[in-house]
């Protein structure tokens, strides 16, 4: 486990996933990052790489040839080395090897890098495209941060607040996990959108066409609040098993494939592109006030 540490924060990441395990606030003495019961959801902040959501089938279709593709893809089970470590400062890394062959036939460079910088972290990934071809790829962020803050309060005290005030239209899943290419709106209360142990009951919200890029989890009864800004990420999932005490934040820069035929990795909807030699890079922040 490898901690980073300053006057604000303390937070931990584990070599499986290069994921955040612990986001703790020192000042107010608040854990924010959901601890995985593995009795509700095993996870904390899992990563997305190469794909984000599910592929039909389970399966990438890259030059002709399919391949076996899980769920979010297989980044969140490997084992990264941690290449770079300061106080403040981590970078994880994960190579091409035979074992993702079989899966994703590109050579690559993955890299996940935390920065504490007063009370935010930033999450930047980082691709190396380490091939002779073009390589294509999704990635994401999944952080689960427990709501509520307080013993005290209660799920239902919590909203998560909007950039700007806009109408919320989400694009409706399959229960196999693939847009159904339907969408209906989301009640909102302004720039609020209320948490309830239901709102999650049709499986996450997923929104294409935000114009915020930054939403807050927060509460009337107090100032304390967690920030996530993502410039760089145009797709945002918020999800929750309904009834868990937590709410994922997800930027995502790709999503689930829709019902229908199966389409080589190149046409898949908000897949990224990287020509050989070259670096792709995106972060986003979490802010604790």
């Given at each position: 486990?490898?901690?980073l540490?300053?006057e604000?924060?303390?937070?931990?990441?584990?070599?499986?996933?290069a994921?955040?395990?612990?986001?703790f606030?020192?000042?107010?003495?608040i854990?924010?990052?959901?601890?995985a019961?593995?009795?509700?959801?095993?996870?904390?902040a899992?990563?997305?790489?190469p794909?984000?959501?599910?592929?039909?089938?389970?399966?990438?279709?890259?030059?002709?040839?399919t391949?076996?593709?899980?769920?979010?893809?297989?980044?969140?089970?490997?084992?990264?080395?941690?290449?770079e470590?300061?106080?403040s400062h981590a970078?994880f890394?994960?190579?091409?090897?035979?074992?993702?062959?079989?899966?994703y036939?590109?050579?690559?460079?993955?890299?996940?890098?935390?920065?504490?910088n007063?009370?935010?972290?930033?999450?930047?990934?980082?691709?190396v495209n380490?091939d002779?071809?073009?390589?294509?790829?999704s990635?994401?962020?999944?952080?689960?941060?427990?709501?509520?803050?307080?013993?005290t309060d209660a799920y239902?005290?919590y909203?998560?607040?909007f950039?700007?005030?806009?109408?919320?239209?989400?694009?409706?899943?399959?229960?196999?996990?693939?847009f159904t290419?339907?969408?209906?709106?989301?009640?909102?209360?302004?720039?609020?959108?209320?948490?309830?142990?239901?709102?999650f009951?049709?499986?996450?919200?997923v929104f294409k066409?935000?114009?915020?890029?930054?939403v807050?989890?927060r509460?009337?009864?107090?100032?304390h609040?967690?920030?996530v800004?993502?410039?760089?990420?145009?797709?945002?999932g918020?999800?929750?098993?309904p009834?868990?005490?937590?709410v994922?934040i997800?930027?995502?820069?790709?999503?689930a494939?829709?019902?229908?035929?199966p389409?080589?990795?190149?046409?898949k909807?908000a897949i990224?592109?990287?020509e050989?030699?070259t670096?792709?890079?995106?972060s986003f922040?979490?802010?604790?006030r």
């Open positions: 486990m490898t901690t540490e300053n604000y924060l303390r937070v931990s990441i584990r070599p499986k996933g994921e955040l395990t612990s986001l606030h020192k000042p107010s003495g854990e924010h990052l959901w601890q019961d593995p009795a509700v959801w095993p996870w904390h899992p990563n997305l790489f794909v984000v959501g599910g592929c039909l089938n389970n399966q990438l279709l890259i030059n002709g040839k391949y076996p593709m899980e769920r979010h893809g297989f980044a969140r089970h490997s084992t990264f080395d941690l290449t470590s300061t106080a970078v890394s994960l190579i091409a090897t035979e074992a993702t062959r079989p899966a036939p590109y050579d690559f460079t993955f890299q996940i890098i935390y920065e504490l007063e009370s935010t972290l930033t999450v930047r990934y980082r691709v380490e002779k071809q073009t390589i294509f790829f990635v994401g962020a999944h952080p689960a941060f427990a709501v509520p803050f307080r013993e239902e005290d909203v998560i607040e950039e700007k005030e806009e109408p919320l239209e989400t694009h409706m899943l399959s229960a196999a996990g693939y290419g339907e969408t209906r709106p989301v009640a909102t209360q302004g720039d609020r959108l209320p948490l309830t142990k239901h709102l009951d049709q499986d996450a919200l066409n935000l114009e915020s890029r930054r807050a989890i509460s009337d009864k107090h100032d609040a967690v920030t800004e993502y410039p760089a990420f145009p797709y945002l918020i999800w929750a098993k009834g868990a005490p937590f994922c997800e930027p995502w820069l790709g999503c494939d829709s019902e229908g035929q389409r080589p990795i190149q046409e909807e990224q592109q990287l050989p030699g670096v792709f890079e995106a922040d979490i802010r604790i």
